[in-house]
C-alpha cells in the first residue's frame, strides 16, 4: 500500500514561530503536494513539486514555502506563523498520470 | 483557470437508500481527469472513483457510479444501497494532463440516516 505519512496529527504553535509540517510517502511519487483545508473552503493548493529541488507556486502561497531536497520528503514551512494560518494542512503525492495519495492531515493552531 | 463547483454543502440519505452528489466544472481543455475523494471523520482523504474525459463509458466502483456529461460539463455521483460508513465530506476534483495538480470543489457533507 502506498503511505503518505505527516510529521503531526496536531500541532500548536504561538505567532511569530517557524513551523515546519513534513510530509514522506514511500512510492517513489515525482509528484508531491501541499493543500489547506477550511469549512466551507474545500482543499486550496498552496505549493507543489513534481521533482526534487522543483516547487511551484499554488493558489494561495502567501507566508508558506517549501522545500524538497530528496525525493520522498516535502517540507511546508510556516515562515512566522500567523493566527490566520490555522487551519488543516494535507500533503498528497503521486506519480505522473495516477490519483493523488493523501496524508492523514495536521491539524495546525496558531495561538 | 478550471474551477469545480460542488453546489450541495450537504446532504442525507437514509440507509438503503440511493443519493447522487452533483459537481460540475469549467475547462477549455479536452483531455483531462475527474475524480471524487471521500474524507471521513478520520480525515483520511479516500479515492471513491475516476474518470478520463476520452472516455465515454461512465466509471463504475461496486455501489458508486458516476454521470459523465462531458458538454455539460456535469460530473455526478451515485451512491446505491447506502451504508452508515458511507457517511463523509465528498470532494470533486479536476486535474489536466501531465505534472498538474488537483483541483477540488468546497465539498458535500454527506449523512447517513439508519
Known amino acids: 500500500d502506498v503511505k503518505v505519512t505527516q510529521s503531526s496529527r496536531y500541532l500548536v504553535k504561538r505567532t511569530g514561530e517557524k513551523v515546519f509540517l513534513e510530509c514522506v510517502q514511500d512510492?517513489?511519487?515525482?509528484?508531491m503536494f501541499w493543500y489547506r483545508q477550511d469549512p466551507g473552503l474545500g482543499l486550496r493548493l498552496i505549493y507543489f513539486?513534481?521533482?526534487?529541488?522543483?516547487?511551484e507556486k499554488g493558489d494561495i502561497p502567501e507566508g508558506y514555502s517549501v522545500s524538497r531536497e530528496k525525493k520522498e520528503r516535502f517540507s511546508l514551512i510556516l515562515e512566522s506563523a500567523s493566527t490566520n494560518q490555522t487551519s488543516m494542512y494535507l500533503c498528497?503525492?503521486?506519480?505522473?498520470?495516477?490519483?493523488?495519495?493523501f496524508g492523514q492531515g495536521t491539524r495546525l493552531t496558531v495561538v | 483557470a478550471q474551477t469545480v463547483t460542488q453546489s450541495q454543502p450537504e446532504m442525507s440519505v437514509q440507509e438503503a437508500e440511493t443519493v447522487t452528489l452533483s459537481c460540475t466544472y469549467d475547462?477549455?481543455?479536452?483531455?483531462?481527469?475527474l475524480f471524487w475523494y471521500k474524507q471521513p471523520p478520520s480525515r483520511q482523504m479516500i479515492l471513491v472513483i475516476r474518470?478520463?474525459?476520452?472516455?465515454?463509458q461512465n466509471a463504475t466502483e461496486n455501489r458508486f457510479s458516476v454521470n459523465f456529461q462531458k458538454a455539460a460539463k456535469s460530473f455526478s455521483l451515485k451512491i446505491s444501497d447506502s451504508q452508515l460508513g458511507d457517511a463523509a465530506m465528498y470532494f470533486c476534483?479536476?486535474?489536466?494532463?501531465?505534472?498538474?495538480?488537483?483541483?477540488f470543489g468546497k465539498g458535500t457533507r454527506l449523512s447517513v440516516i439508519a
Open positions: 476534483a479536476y486535474r489536466s494532463w501531465g505534472n498538474t495538480p488537483l483541483v
Open positions: 498528497a503525492s503521486r506519480w505522473v498520470g495516477t490519483e493523488a495519495f
Open positions: 513539486s513534481y521533482d526534487v529541488k522543483m516547487k
Open positions: 475547462t477549455s481543455e479536452s483531455d483531462y481527469y
Open positions: 512510492m517513489d511519487h515525482e509528484n
Open positions: 474518470q478520463e474525459a476520452y472516455k465515454q
